[in-house]
């Protein structure tokens, strides 16, 4: 009888008492897991489950603190002073320090690093200069770590959205031990300590990582005991094994699928800060022509991009998303076939004749391919040029954008922080992530006024005319649409929430 009861008991256990796992996918191969280097959604979204930072976002996506327990602000907006949870320790055991802030702020701003990001930290004292190696001395930089738990900044000027920036990856602290232990190797499994919800279990190259729970974690332990992020390139594929059963949750549906999954209980739809173009790199010809790159941008029907991807992305000229302040959807060159052929024939090239032969590029992804394929046809159409679309894998294609960058390419940027100085700072002449080669220092001075201006019209207006000289005078970039979240998530799981910002936190998952 007892062992009757018992084996009753076991059948009405909910499947989720027996095992606690999250399978996903993630499109490529994470080109690095070193928070300070990594520049990519697949890298960052695995990063953000791993580690944390001073500060993180609530469901209202406003900066609560994290591995800070408070933070106070100076009557004049520019000294912040955080001060860290007691008792946080790192998934090896290791207590958390403000030291390890220090290190890891150097270390992004350090020349030698070579990270995009460190223009991120370019509103602290010093941090500029220090990258740029105009500063030598990092003792003079804005921060320091006043004892184990108390880590101030000061900014050269007030900044309306620095409460965020200690949300972001490249500003979690770092272990320089375990650098130095381990090289560039420090990232791998095993070797490599954890402060979030997750630690790195196992990676598996162009197959998959494996992340588990850290019971070191100092915040509410997960319930998911695994979660295993499967390197799925075909979005096709990726459709495929969500249908079967082997994975639970997929982000980024193929346009060719949206119709059949919109009937889906799985199919989930949002709004996304996130902006889709095609940048120049202004110094190569004939992009090195303004009349050239406006007529390219004039003659871009974007309502046929977002017909033909069906996800509900939004058209646009301008580059500011919409659901963020200083989003203006009259900005921007429009589509006018009059001026776009009017300007290519003033540039030297009347109904196209005699336009160089030009590849423009974009990383492999079925909806990128059809995109690609649209603008080329687009051109030839409304411009008379016949030019080459060529792809690449992700990682191959990030590396070429550090080494040799296309006459015209495709990027997305997604929000680091919700604020439009996160957009706008992007083509600053000194940011990291500018791949367009573009210098303009009217641009640059108003992304800098704006920063620190307090009055919301006044900085919105210095905005605009920034966006104005970007996609309008100067022709950067041809912002195409606004992105949409279109996901697919098992109905057997639970907890997991989409934002605009598209984080995906996993510790409040649930396997029912």
Known sequence: MKLRFLALLLLSLPAFAAKQEFNMRIHSEPPTLDWTLATDNVSITLLQNLMEGLAAYDKKLQPVPALASEWKVSKDGKTYTYKLRSGVVWSDG????AQQFWDSWERLLNPATASEYAYFLFDVIGAKEYNEG????????????????????????????????????????????????????????????????????????DSKVVLSANPKYYGKKTTLERV????VNE???????????TLQYVAR????EIDRLKTSPAYRNAPFL????????????PFNDVRVRQAFAHAVDRAQIVQLLKGGQIPTTSWVPKGMPGYEPEVGLKFDLKKAR?????????????FPKVTFMFDTRDDNKLIAERLQAMWKTNLGVDLRAQ?????????????????????????????????????????????????????????????????????????????????????????????????LVSPAVKGLELNAMDQLHLKEVQIN
């Not at 295993?228 to 390197?231: D, F, H």
């Open 342 to 354: 009017a300007l290519l024939a003033a540039a030297g090239y009347p109904e196209g004749k005699g």
């Open 228 to 231: 295993n992020a499967y390197i």
């Open 94 to 97: 290791t207590p958390l320090t």
């Open 253 to 256: 549906l193929p346009s060719i």
């Open 391 to 487: 792809n690449e894998d992700w990682k191959v294609y990030l590396q070429r954008l550090k080494s040799d960058v296309p006459a015209m390419f495709r990027l997305g940027w997604g929000a680091d922080y919700p604020d439009p100085d996160n957009f706008l700072n992007l083509f600053t002449s000194y940011s990291g992530n500018n791949h367009t080669q573009w210098v303009s220092k009217d641009y640059d001075a108003l992304i800098e006024q704006a920063a620190s201006e307090s009055k919301p019209a006044k900085r919105i207006a210095l905005y605009r005319d920034a966006q104005k000289i970007l996609t309008e005078k100067d022709a950067v970039i041809i912002p195409l649409f606004i992105d949409s979240l279109n996901v």
């Open 134 to 205: 105009k500063l030598k001395d990092a003792s003079k930089l804005g921060f320091k770590a006043v004892d184990d738990k108390t880590f101030v900044v000061t900014l050269n000027k007030k900044a309306a959205y620095f409460p965020t920036i200690p949300t972001f990856a490249v500003t979690y602290p770092i272990r320089k031990d375990l650098i130095a232990k381990y090289g560039n190797k420090w990232t791998d499994p095993g070797k490599m300590a954890s402060i979030g919800p997750f630690v790195l279990t196992e990676w598996k190259h």
């Open 274 to 285: 996130r902006g889709y173009y095609y940048g120049f790199n202004v110094n190569k010809a």
């Open 235 to 245: 979005d096709t594929t990726a459709i495929n094994m969500f249908e079967s059963g």
